[in-house]
């Protein structure tokens, strides 16, 4: 019989892209999915992997009866994720944190499974590091995040991402090849602050002869407002790899997934940490590639179209400075992270002790 795991990874790429490249490595396990209802897990799972939806949030608010309203919703995800639980019936679970994670571990911890989290960032969010310590194993992306969790038993393997990203592929759009083209990405849920930036230095940038490839996220009110030649925008685009293989540059968030991706293709990159996130995590991510020469990063409200346009030029201008960044994100890049945390999680399903994986 296939062993059954669930995974519980809801809300962003960021936490559900480095969950399916896990789900890809364990073909013979019986495998679900614990979602929140209308979001990004809808499209982005494979269908393959069936859905149980719950609902679940944060607390974000000041304490208050909001703070009474959510703790009551707590109680009811539990409740829920525990028939989940039961009803597959799984054997373990597998997160990747966020809110869907908190109901989800607490109900198999009650239910005495085994818990694998993974923490992506290299600040681990709210959940992580209060439930870390009751999970059986805490995978990291950052070996700096280990100092936020000193109760939990944490090993460093990187952020797994889809196994197409180590193929070379050619890309499938009207390109020449010999044009310099820039990659704009605001993460699965798209970045309006960057659409917008982009658009407004787009043609400085046409006339220096450059495409631009704009990812938009569903949710930009401005789509369609920008026409040229060397200009194409989509909400989004399945084939990433091939589409990062081919940029000279990219300009991206800073969540731990797309980092991963632009470090696998050694993509140097301009880095827009998103300035609401959590704990602001993605400053740290950023920072984290800044130092090791992979990429220059600004923050959102410093930027302006002549200071973005300006640094894309020098950038694409500056053939060693790329090609140093380059290298700098191989340096980056962890090839084996997805077998690795393949092998823990067989290791812990099977309930046997976790062999040293040297970081």
């Given at each position: 019989m296939?062993?059954?795991?669930?995974?519980?990874?809801?809300?962003?790429?960021?936490?559900?892209?480095p969950a399916i490249a896990l789900a890809q490595k364990l073909p013979d396990y019986k495998i679900g999915w614990l979602g929140v209802p209308n979001r990004a897990e809808k499209n982005l799972v494979p269908p393959q992997y069936y859905i149980h939806e719950i609902e679940a949030e944060g607390f974000q608010k000041p304490f208050g009866l909001g703070t009474l309203r959510t703790s009551l919703g707590l109680l009811c995800s539990i409740y829920k994720a525990w028939q989940v639980l039961i009803d597959g019936p799984f054997e373990g679970l597998f997160t990747t944190g966020g809110y869907i994670a908190a109901p989800a571990i607490i109900a198999a911890r009650l239910l005495g499974l085994p818990v694998i989290l993974h923490e992506s960032n290299a600040i681990p969010g709210k959940v992580t590091r209060l439930l870390a310590p009751?999970?059986?194993?805490?995978?990291l992306g950052f070996e700096d995040a280990a100092k936020y969790l000193p109760l939990a038993k944490t090993l460093t393997v990187g952020t797994p991402v889809r196994g197409s990203f180590f193929d070379k592929k050619k890309l499938d759009l009207p390109i020449p090849e010999d044009v310099p083209l820039v990659v704009v990405v605001g993460g699965s849920q798209g970045a309006v602050a960057v659409n917008q930036l982009v658009r407004q230095c787009a043609n400085t940038l046409f006339e220096a002869g450059i495409w631009i490839v704009h990812l938009t996220g569903e949710n930009d009110p401005d789509v369609g407002s920008l026409q040229h030649p060397q200009y194409i925008q989509m909400p989004f685009y399945n084939e990433m790899p091939a589409l990062l293989q081919r940029a000279n540059l990219a300009i991206s968030r800073a969540g731990a997934s797309a980092l991963t991706e632009l470090a696998i293709t050694k993509t140097p990159s301009i880095l827009i940490p998103y300035p609401y996130a959590a704990e602001n995590h993605q400053a740290y991510n950023a920072a984290a590639f800044v130092q090791a020469g992979a990429a220059v990063a600004f923050l959102q409200e410093e930027l302006t179209p002549e200071i973005l346009s300006s640094k894309v030029l020098d950038l694409l201008n500056s053939p060693e400075l790329l090609k140093q960044m380059t290298g700098s994100a191989i340096h980056l890049a962890r090839q084996d992270s997805t077998e690795r945390l393949n092998i823990i999680v067989r290791y812990v399903m099977d309930g046997k002790k976790i062999p040293k994986i040297n970081n």
């Open positions: 296939p062993k059954r795991l669930l995974i519980a990874a809801s809300g962003t790429g960021g936490h559900i892209f009751f999970c059986t194993a805490v995978i």
